[in-house]
């Protein structure tokens, strides 16, 4: 099946940094999305491309799509400590019934040192 | 403001237990989906629904069963759980599989099999 691949399983950076995440597939989606997941609670949408190519800003968050429709990048600027969670790529592959369905990613676990 | 809501929150059981884990969304959504999540793993999709009446496989279906027979409510049971099936389960919702709708996930049920 379907894989998307994040790596490395965590990070670690000084608050105040910049930090980029990559997420890679071995096959094209059609939309990229981007979640963070704080402890105990499920994942939240940050940044979701519809379009290959496109790049999207939410606040510090920055996202693209990657031209080839099988990658995508995350970017935090000026990092803070509440940015500390496991971040999640995921691809959709079509709009109805099964190609509807969500792939994730293992997710990266960032930690952010004051 | 309710959103997704699952039900219970944690859960133990003992290998050979059944029980039921509810998800209700209060969105009028049609898509729902439940997901497990292990350490390292990302999320998995176990069972998936369209719409009232109907479900369908996900990626680790096997040892679990699903219903829909309300728009608002999505049930995943274990019929006879097993250690493996330890997890924190998510529910998630979306109005329909259109690209640009994304699911909204709830808080999870931690659920351990002794």
């Known amino acids: 099946g379907q894989q998307l691949n994040q790596s490395p399983q965590s990070m670690f950076i000084q608050e105040g940094e910049d930090v980029s995440m990559n997420c890679t597939s071995s096959?094209?989606?059609?939309?990229w999305l981007w979640y963070k997941q704080d402890p105990g609670e499920g994942p939240v949408l940050l940044i979701a491309?519809?379009?290959?190519?496109e790049l999207t800003s939410n606040g510090r968050l920055t996202a693209q799509f990657g031209i080839t429709r099988k990658d995508s990048f995350l970017n935090i600027s000026a990092s803070i400590p509440s940015d500390v969670g496991i971040y999640f790529c995921?691809?959709?592959?079509?709009?109805?019934?099964?190609?509807?369905?969500?792939?994730f990613g293992k997710g990266i676990t960032l930690s952010v040192r004051p | 403001n309710a959103g997704v809501t699952q039900t219970p929150k944690f859960r133990v059981l003992k290998t050979g237990q059944s029980m039921t884990l509810l998800c209700a969304q209060d969105?009028?959504?049609?898509?729902m989906y439940w997901y497990r999540q292990d350490p390292g793993m990302g999320l998995r999709l176990i069972h998936y629904?369209?719409?009232?009446?109907?479900?369908a496989k996900g990626e680790v279906p096997d040892g679990y069963n699903v219903s829909r027979l309300k728009k608002q409510n999505f049930l995943l049971g274990l019929e006879s759980a097993a250690p493996s099936q330890t997890s924190v389960y998510f529910c998630?919702?979306?109005?329909?599989?259109?690209?640009?709708?994304?699911?909204?996930f709830g808080d999870g049920t931690r659920l351990s099999i002794l």
């Open positions: 998630a919702s979306r109005p329909t599989g259109h690209i640009n709708q994304p699911q909204h």
């Open positions: 096959s094209i989606f059609n939309t």
């Open positions: 491309l519809y379009k290959a190519g």
């Open positions: 995921a691809g959709q592959l079509g709009r109805t019934g099964a190609n509807s369905k969500l792939t």
């Open positions: 969105m009028n959504h049609e898509y």
């Open positions: 629904s369209v719409g009232e009446g109907t479900t």
